[in-house]
């Protein structure tokens, strides 16, 4: 597609509950990158995929997140047991390739808006 | 380990004043340098970046240069607008065949707003 797509832009969830966040990179785009912005924390790191692997998953927060990614493309974000502090906006981003040529542009989605409540 | 550092904000400026907002690096290896900017209600958007030392990054007015000695990353515009008020992130990626995969490693943000 032109962009990184993300789904849903908004999601209210009772808390306990369980959440999927869905990514489609830009068409091409070997890695695939998860970020967490929320207020007070800034941008933080969550995972990398390159293809379907994940190299670095160190800044997943607790094993209640878990990702996954397919066909070298679309990526789903899975938080199990939804908590407050869960709330924050999920961003999804994409580039060219992965280990090699640091100046390659990432790419943002607009993310998906987690509020749990 | 890699990190940045802005200068804390919030920002608040009259239209066509002269904007700068201070970005500073640490990082292991040669890192690439960004700005990323985020408007209200929009996704984050790469604004400008460098490669290396001395380059000059450019794009709607605002420049930035990678100063390595200096270890710092500097955004200018000269004539600020309105439609500039917007979350301007500094950032970095250290590429290659390490562990840093190339992540985008960010600073806080600096909240501009420029009135009228």
């Known amino acids: 597609g032109a962009g990184v797509s993300q789904s849903p832009s908004n999601k209210v969830t009772e808390k306990g509950k369980d959440v999927e966040l869905r990514c489609d990179p830009i068409s091409g785009h070997t890695a695939l990158y998860w970020y967490r912005q929320s207020l007070g924390q800034g941008l933080e790191f969550l995972i990398y995929f390159q293809g379907n692997s994940a190299p670095d998953k160190s800044g997943l927060p607790s094993d209640r997140f878990s990702a996954e990614r397919t066909g070298g493309s679309v990526s789903t974000l899975t938080i199990q047991r939804t908590q407050q502090e869960d709330s924050a906006v999920y961003l999804c981003?994409?580039?060219?390739?992965?280990?090699?040529?640091?100046?390659?542009?990432?790419?943002f989605g607009e993310g998906s808006w987690l509020t749990v409540v | 380990g890699n990190s940045v550092t802005q200068m804390e904000g919030p920002v608040t400026l009259s239209e066509e004043a002269f904007l700068t907002i201070n970005c500073t690096y640490t990082a292991t290896g040669y890192p690439s340098l960004f700005w990323y900017v985020q408007y209200p209600g929009e996704g984050l958007q790469l604004l400008l970046k460098a490669t290396k030392a001395d380059d000059k990054g450019s794009n709607k007015g605002f420049e930035a240069t990678y100063r390595k000695e200096t270890t710092s990353f500097h955004l200018e515009k000269g004539s600020v607008q309105v439609s500039d008020s917007a979350v301007y992130f500094c950032a970095l990626s250290v590429g290659g065949g390490g562990t840093s995969y190339g992540k985008l490693t960010f600073g806080q943000g600096t909240i501009l707003t420029v009135h009228p």
């Open positions: 981003a994409s580039r060219k390739r992965g280990a090699g040529g640091s100046g390659n542009t990432i790419y």
